[in-house]
């Protein structure tokens, strides 16, 4: 049972725009969701996270949404650049202790 | 972030052997956590070490084919026993943040990706 979804496997986004990267959850226990970013060969980097008290959370080019009802926090990168170019997890933390459970992952790719 | 880096970075096995890999962190935490990234798949909780006590493993993995050391602040290996080429993946350890770091996030080391033949 996936109880944290990433239903995009790929997104792929212009230089200079917004990237939107989704990710969908199912258990209401979870209080702290992060994003982490991963290249090729190299260990996950955490980006940005937020607390389930928040609804929103910002850094830099980074803002992470939170819409508790809907069970679906977003992460929006603008102006995307093309180091951006990455896969992105999603990861939740629930109710017993630092467990994070991690989406499938969005590739996203920005075309200069 | 907290440095942290694992040995091997990378390794080809031939199935029925074993493997060890080490992680170390430049400064001392806690708990450790064990992950595993399958190809094309996303990254599973192996279990969490804490120095001191035995790690705590989640469903479908079990100590004797993961065995976990840890016995400082700042060590803790984990061994793939017995491999078959469904073993196959990347081998990450993470640290939860400490210091001036939210212990609410976790810090990752490089990883180790092992083939097995």
């Known amino acids: 049972d996936q109880q944290v979804k990433q239903n995009s496997p790929s997104l792929s986004v212009q230089e200079g725009r917004i990237s939107i990267l989704n990710c969908d959850y199912t258990?209401?226990?979870?209080?702290?969701f992060l994003w982490y970013k991963k290249y090729p060969a190299e260990g996950p980097t955490f980006l940005i996270s937020?607390?389930?008290?928040?609804d929103k959370n910002e850094d830099g080019r980074f803002t992470v949404f939170l819409n508790k009802s809907a069970k679906h926090l977003s992460l929006h990168i603008v102006p995307s650049q093309p180091g951006d170019s990455a896969v992105y997890f999603c990861?939740?933390?629930?109710?017993?202790?630092?467990?994070?459970?991690f989406g499938a992952g969005t590739i996203l790719r920005v075309k200069s | 972030s907290a440095v942290i880096s694992q040995k091997p970075s990378r390794d080809i096995c031939q199935r029925g052997t074993s493997l060890t890999i080490q992680c170390q962190v430049d400064?001392?935490?806690?708990?450790m956590f064990w992950y595993r990234q399958q190809p094309g798949q996303s990254l599973t909780l192996i279990a969490t070490?804490?120095?001191?006590?035995?790690?705590?493993?989640e469903s479908g993995f079990v100590i004797d084919k993961f065995p976990i050391s840890r016995p400082n602040l700042t060590f803790s290996t984990l061994t793939v026993s017995n491999m078959s080429p469904e073993d196959s993946s990347i081998y990450l350890c993470?640290?939860?943040?400490?210091?001036?770091?939210?212990?609410?996030?976790?810090?990752f080391g490089p990883g180790t990706r092992l083939t097995v033949l």
């Open positions: 993470s640290v939860e943040g400490h210091g001036d770091l939210s212990y609410n996030e976790q810090f």
């Open positions: 258990n209401s226990m979870f209080d702290y």
């Open positions: 937020i607390s389930s008290i928040k």
């Open positions: 990861a939740a933390r629930g109710e017993y202790g630092n467990k994070l459970v």
């Open positions: 400064s001392q935490v806690t708990m």
């Open positions: 070490a804490n120095q001191g006590s035995e790690a705590t493993y």
